[in-house]
């Protein structure tokens, strides 16, 4: 009686997962919403012909491009840019090795037509995700180590 019960026991610990995940398949439940990014992904992704970036600051390396709503450039004086700046720098340090893959730059909102926050182009030039200022710097340096870790180019 016990080893029916053993093997009955484990049939049931090899089948629960497989019940869940069918279960979980059929109510439509799913917790990762089918993404791992912690942006916004664009999609389609915008060329750079199409956002209208410079072909020589932004082709051939990874960027964080820092877009600001103000007109404050490198020796800002707004603690809101000031904050943003610091936060962007902090990532690109915190990526280690890679850091030499990544650049930063800065632009100002008359200079590109993208909404203020965080951008990240990809070096073919496409801007692939979107970070709002609101989010943690936590989320960027996830991403960027998982795409700079995919990723062959750049």
């Known amino acids: 009686m016990k080893r029916n019960w053993t093997l009955g026991m484990i049939w049931a610990v090899a089948l629960l997962p497989l019940l869940a995940a069918v279960l979980s398949y059929s109510l439509g439940i799913n917790p990762s919403q089918g993404r791992t990014n912690r942006g916004q992904l664009q999609q389609p992704v915008q060329p750079l012909a199409?956002?209208?970036?410079?072909?020589?600051r932004y082709v051939g390396?990874?960027?964080?491009?820092?877009?600001?709503?103000?007109?404050?450039g490198t020796d800002c004086c707004d603690p809101e840019?000031?904050?943003?700046?610091?936060?962007?720098?902090?990532?690109?340090d915190a990526l280690g090795r890679d850091a030499g893959r990544v650049r930063v730059a800065h632009e100002n909102r008359g200079q590109l037509p993208l909404d203020p926050g965080v951008w990240v182009v990809d070096p073919v030039g496409n801007?692939?995700?979107y970070y709002s200022f609101e989010q943690p710097g936590e989320d960027l340096l996830h991403d960027l180590r998982r795409l700079l870790k995919v990723s062959k180019l750049g």
């Open 50 to 56: 199409q956002w209208g970036g410079d072909r020589e």
């Open 61 to 72: 390396h990874w960027t964080l491009l820092l877009s600001l709503a103000s007109s404050c």
């Open 81 to 92: 840019c000031e904050r943003e700046q610091t936060k962007l720098h902090a990532v690109h």
């Open 127 to 129: 801007l692939l995700l």
